[in-house]
């Protein structure tokens, strides 16, 4: 009895230290930027430890590689299902549902960072914009827009960043704008209210390659803003996982750069 009591610890001892093995494993590979084979690894841990405590964030870690490193949403959605599916009760779930239906994302709002824009002429001498991401829960984000002429602060917004349905929407100054409306495929469109009024909001195309002063960007959609009876509209250019990185004016035949993505830093969860 005593030498069998000894050899179930020692298997359970054993069995033990091959998970932790697994989920080191896979940290250590994502720290060393080897996502794809961190991936693989996470997987791995599940399969073998479904009832460890670290299953659940190890499918989400493993989904966030796929779609937000490499942009392979349907690599990441069976691993969110089956996180979904296998633990109800995880507190990730709210984050785990909302990656799942929002792939690629164009405004990623769990995002911790600075994203720095200056106007096209200048390459923001004579006006930029510093969007900082002050607080991030569960339910909103919070940040604030800080508008510069030259090096003089003229005007700081407080926003607020939630996700209702399929809708991102901006709160600002009493203003709840819907700025995207997922999926976002061309000739979607959607009505909403903002600071100037009521705007027709329309996806005008998608898969677009775009340059900044930030670099070059893939995937990205282009979204016209037009308030019924003006002349002049708005397009704005989405990035994935980047967000904004271009915002021009445009009319019957013109189109005309304004303000564009400089730089940006940010801290992913």
Same mark, same amino acid.
């Given at each position: ?6 050899? #179930? ?54 989904? &966030?590689?796929?779609? +937000? =490193? ?20 995880? #507190?990730l779930r709210q984050a785990a549902m909302r990656a799942l239906f929002i792939c690629p994302d164009y405004f990623p709002i769990?995002?911790?960072? %600075? ?12 006006a930029s914009q510093k969007l900082f991401i002050t607080g991030v829960s569960p339910d909103k984000t ?38 995207? +409306? ?21 996806? =005008? ?17 282009? %979204? ?26 445009? &009319? ?18």
């Amino acid at each position: 009895m005593r030498r069998e009591l000894v050899f #179930t610890v020692f298997a359970a001892l054993f069995l033990s230290s091959c998970d932790n093995y697994h989920y080191k494993e896979a940290e250590q590979l994502r720290a060393n930027g080897l996502g794809l084979a961190a991936a693989e690894e996470y997987k791995y841990f599940v399969e073998k430890s479904p009832t460890d405590a670290r299953a659940p964030l190890a499918l989400f870690k493993a989904a &966030g590689i796929y779609s +937000r =490193e490499f942009g392979v949403c349907s690599k990441s959605g069976p691993l969110l299902e089956k996180l979904l599916r296998n633990y109800p009760t995880t #507190t990730l779930r709210q984050a785990a549902m909302r990656a799942l239906f929002i792939c690629p994302d164009y405004f990623p709002i769990d995002a911790a960072g %600075i994203w720095v824009y200056g106007d096209s002429q200048t390459g923001g001498k004579n006006a930029s914009q510093k969007l900082f991401i002050t607080g991030v829960s569960p339910d909103k984000t919070l940040a604030e827009n800080s508008i510069y002429a030259g090096r003089q602060l003229v005007r700081l917004q407080k926003r607020v960043y939630t996700i209702s349905g399929s809708d991102l929407i901006e709160k600002q100054d009493g203003a709840n704008t819907i700025l995207l +409306r997922y999926p976002l495929n061309t000739g979607s469109s959607w009505t909403s209210n903002g600071q100037g009024g009521s705007s027709i909001f329309k996806v =005008e195309a998608a898969g677009l390659m775009v340059k900044t002063r930030a670099g070059g960007f893939d995937n990205c959609v282009k %979204i016209s803003r037009r308030i019924p009876g003006m002349s002049s509209w708005m397009y704005e250019y989405y990035a994935p996982w980047k967000g904004k990185i271009l915002t021009s004016v445009a &009319g019957n035949g013109f189109e005309n750069r304004v303000m564009e993505l400089i730089s940006y830093e940010e801290k992913t969860k």
